[in-house]
């Protein structure tokens, strides 16, 4: 298991594949240096003389809005991670002395870029996206693009071995590379014990406290969390109206609960990207209507597309308790400064992963935290199924 694993154990030099380097994309920064502190601070325990593992790289555009991709130290023979967030929209460049905000399009072009500019010296390349390019348009409906797929498939023929993902929108796009790694993590040990740490006198009990669905699409990761918790599960199912389309989707009629009571119940409600956060909010009404208690709701990419003054309405009203969603994207200064916005920290977990993969260890335990998760509730006086 993962935390019976030594630093001494990731950083033998005679254990691991090739010496190890982190190309991180600017978008990235934060995420790169925080999983860059956690690697060096391991190699100096066991006695390694390193003060970075992060490869400086930069990728300059000229004023027509080309760009290029530029490795600065020798990459030759180098077990190399490049961390990118698609998703970072502050990030910003000057075209025709226009300045514009990089879209995913930009950063993942960016990505390819700095993937050339290693000209194949590389030992092995493995990529951290957390935020899978394009993988909201997961699956086709009339004649539609599929982005997500098709880039996985040109990542691959880029010499691309494995992609590192977090809660995928659909992991069943891994299929259209079959044969690259595809690895897509959890982070339900790290939310857990965010909230132990958040919230005064958590108590995940059956008799106290729920999880819910926000939706089918949100099932399996709710039932993770209510299976390891040993309480019950409800979800809501958006019933929508297929006659007409807004802004390329059938807008969302109404949400129906499916599930027992959450009268005088805290609720947690998990899914994978909180974008306007309408579809949470509405439902975060809903139980309040029912009689639920406390209602915390996750969210792996806090990205709040619309602001959040509807949150802070929530916040203030007592619909909305808490909102938790990790580091794994750009979170604006305006999100980080609220009160009821809780951040998990999800970099020492990528190490961890960088670490196992640089030495070809199993990552399993890793990727299933089950027993971290027993262990953290019974520190906490909570017996869960376990």
Known sequence: MIHAVSEKDFFNREDSVADLGLIVTPGAKELGEKINGHLVRWAQRVGMEKDTFIIPSECPRFSSGDGKGVIK?????????????????????????????????DHYQDLKRLIQAASGKAHRITVIMPLLYGSRQHRRTYRESLDCAYALQELQQMGVTNIVTFDAHDPRVQNAAPLMGFDNVMPTYQVLKSMFNCIPDFCPTREKFMVISPDEGAMNRNMYYASVLGVNLGMFYKRRDYSRMVNGRNPIVAHEYLGESVEGKDVFIADDIISSGESMLDIAYELKKRGAGHIYSYATYPIFTGGVAEFD????????????????????????SREWFHEVDVSKYIAYFVAAINHDMSVSAIIDPHEKISHLLEEHGINGLG
């Open 73 to 105: 130290n020798t990459v030759r023979g180098d077990d190399l991670y490049f961390i990118v967030d698609v998703g970072n929209y502050s990030c910003k460049y000057r075209l025709f002395g226009t300045e514009n905000c990089m879209s995913p399009d």
């Open 313 to 336: 309405k929530a916040y203030e009203e007592g619909i909305v308790s808490g909102v938790f969603g990790t580091n794994l994207t750009y979170r604006t200064p305006e999100l980080l």
